[in-house]
C-alpha cells in the first residue's frame, strides 16, 4: 500500500467523449505525475504537476490536460477520446525532500 | 529518449540468480527500479543517485555505472514473489520526467 489512491478502477467509454480520472496523492507529497500504460509497455509520462501548477509535460496532445488542488489531489482529463487512449493510467506522488515515486493502483480505461 | 533494457524475458527456477540491465544513450541523473504484476501498480525497488549514493530493497541490489550510462539490478536466491515486469526509469536533469525502458518479464519456477 503506497497510501496514492485512484477513481475509477475501470471505465468504459466511447470514441469522442471525455473523460476524468481522479488521484489522490500520499500525505505529505505535493508533486504529481500522471503516466500511460499500454499493454506490454512500460509507463509512459504525461505530465506532472507541482503545487497546482504543471511542472513538465510529455509527447502528448492538449486533449490531455489536468489539474492538482490545494489538497494536492489531481485530476487528468481526457478530450475527444480515441481508441489508442485505452490503457491504464497511473499516477504517482513523490515526496518533497526524495526523487521516489509512489504508484497508485490505476485505472483502466477501454475506449470503444 | 527510452532506456532499453536487457534481457527483455527470463525464466529461472527458485533459487537462481538473474541480472536485469538497464543502458541509456543521454547522461543518467538517476535511475529508478520498479517491479510491476499482472493487473497491479508499479512498486518501487530502488533508486540509485548519480554520485553513487543507493536506496533500496533489502534482499535485491542493484549498480549504477555513470560513465557507461548503465545500470544493473541484481536479483540473488530468486523467489517465487520475485516473478513480475522488471521497469527501470531514468530521471532527467530537472527531475520533473521519469522515462521508463519497456520492462523485463521475469517468471520465477519452482
Same mark, same amino acid.
Given at each position: 500500500?503506497?497510501?496514492?489512491?485512484?477513481?475509477?478502477?475501470?471505465?468504459?467509454? &466511447?470514441?469522442?467523449?471525455?473523460? &476524468?480520472?481522479?488521484?489522490?496523492?500520499?500525505?505529505?507529497?505535493?508533486?504529481?505525475?500522471?503516466?500511460?500504460?499500454?499493454?506490454?509497455?512500460?509507463?509512459?509520462?504525461?505530465?506532472?504537476?507541482?503545487?497546482?501548477?504543471?511542472?513538465?509535460?510529455?509527447?502528448?496532445?492538449?486533449?490531455?490536460?489536468?489539474?492538482?488542488?490545494?489538497?494536492?489531489?489531481?485530476?487528468?482529463?481526457?478530450?475527444?477520446?480515441?481508441?489508442?487512449?485505452?490503457?491504464?493510467?497511473?499516477?504517482?506522488?513523490?515526496?518533497?525532500?526524495?526523487?521516489?515515486?509512489?504508484?497508485?493502483?490505476? &485505472?483502466?480505461?477501454?475506449?470503444? | 529518449?527510452?532506456?532499453?533494457?536487457?534481457?527483455? /524475458? =527470463?525464466?529461472?527456477?527458485?533459487? #537462481?540468480? /538473474? =541480472?536485469?540491465?538497464?543502458?541509456?544513450?543521454? /547522461?543518467?541523473?538517476?535511475?529508478?527500479?520498479?517491479?510491476?504484476?499482472?493487473?497491479?501498480?508499479?512498486?518501487? %525497488?530502488?533508486? @540509485?543517485?548519480?554520485?553513487? #549514493?543507493?536506496? +533500496?530493497?533489502?534482499?535485491?541490489? /542493484?549498480?549504477?555505472?555513470?560513465?557507461?550510462?548503465?545500470?544493473?539490478?541484481? @536479483?540473488?536466491?530468486?523467489?517465487?514473489?520475485?516473478? +513480475?515486469?522488471?521497469?527501470?526509469?531514468? %530521471?532527467?536533469?530537472? +527531475?520533473?520526467? %521519469?522515462?521508463?525502458?519497456? +520492462?523485463?518479464? %521475469?517468471?520465477?519456477?519452482?
Amino acid at each position: 500500500e503506497t497510501g496514492v489512491t485512484q477513481s475509477p478502477t475501470h471505465l468504459i467509454k &466511447t470514441r469522442g467523449q471525455q473523460v &476524468t480520472l481522479r488521484c489522490s496523492s500520499q500525505s505529505g507529497h505535493n508533486t504529481v505525475s500522471w503516466y500511460q500504460q499500454a499493454l506490454g509497455q512500460g509507463p509512459q509520462f504525461i505530465f506532472q504537476y507541482y503545487r497546482e501548477e504543471e511542472n513538465g509535460r510529455g509527447n502528448f496532445p492538449p486533449r490531455f490536460s489536468g489539474l492538482q488542488f490545494p489538497n494536492y489531489s489531481s485530476e487528468l482529463n481526457v478530450n475527444a477520446l480515441e481508441l489508442d487512449d485505452s490503457a491504464l493510467y497511473l499516477c504517482a506522488s513523490t515526496h518533497p525532500r526524495y526523487e521516489t515515486q509512489y504508484f497508485g493502483p490505476g &485505472t483502466r480505461l477501454l475506449v470503444l | 529518449q527510452q532506456p532499453v533494457q536487457s534481457p527483455q /524475458a =527470463v525464466i529461472l527456477r527458485e533459487g #537462481e540468480d /538473474a =541480472v536485469i540491465n538497464c543502458s541509456s544513450s543521454k /547522461a543518467l541523473y538517476s535511475v529508478h527500479w520498479y517491479r510491476q504484476k499482472h493487473g497491479e501498480a508499479p512498486v518501487f %525497488l530502488m533508486i @540509485l543517485l548519480k554520485g553513487g #549514493e543507493q536506496k +533500496g530493497h533489502e534482499k535485491i541490489s /542493484a549498480s549504477f555505472n555513470e560513465k557507461k550510462q548503465q545500470s544493473s539490478l541484481y @536479483l540473488t536466491a530468486s523467489q517465487l514473489s520475485y516473478s +513480475g515486469t522488471y521497469f527501470c526509469g531514468t %530521471l532527467n536533469n530537472a +527531475g520533473n520526467m %521519469l522515462t521508463f525502458g519497456g +520492462g523485463t518479464r %521475469l517468471m520465477v519456477k519452482p
